[in-house]
């Protein structure tokens, strides 16, 4: 059965039959919020990534059995990880950009 709050499209402003489409209501995120969030979002994904390698040169402090073993799986997995935190950086970089360009 069919809202009352449904409009067909074409009718009405475009945020009401946006809002209505999306089906959720209430008011939108604006942009400047949506960069705040997606920075934050990104720096906590990197920060992660950062305390990944922190955990593995600890595991890497705590070998002593086989050192040279313990440092080889400690550059695998830090040159994985910077991989991963290499594509996260320009991310941030234009967001960073985008958003101090929205002050100015």
Not at 23 to 31: Q, V
């Amino acid at each position: 059965m069919a809202s009352s709050t449904w409009s067909s499209p074409g009718s009405g402003s475009r945020a009401e039959s946006a809002r209505v489409r999306a089906g959720r209501g209430g008011a939108g995120i604006s942009a400047a919020d949506k960069i705040h969030r997606k920075l934050k979002r990104l720096r906590q994904i990197e920060a992660g990534y950062r305390s990944q390698i922190r955990r593995a040169q600890q595991a890497l402090k705590d070998t002593t059995v086989d050192r040279v073993k313990a440092e080889r799986k400690f550059e695998k997995i830090r040159a994985k990880v910077e991989g991963k935190i290499e594509k996260v950086q320009p991310k941030i970089r234009e967001l960073t950009n985008l958003k101090a360009e929205r002050k100015s």
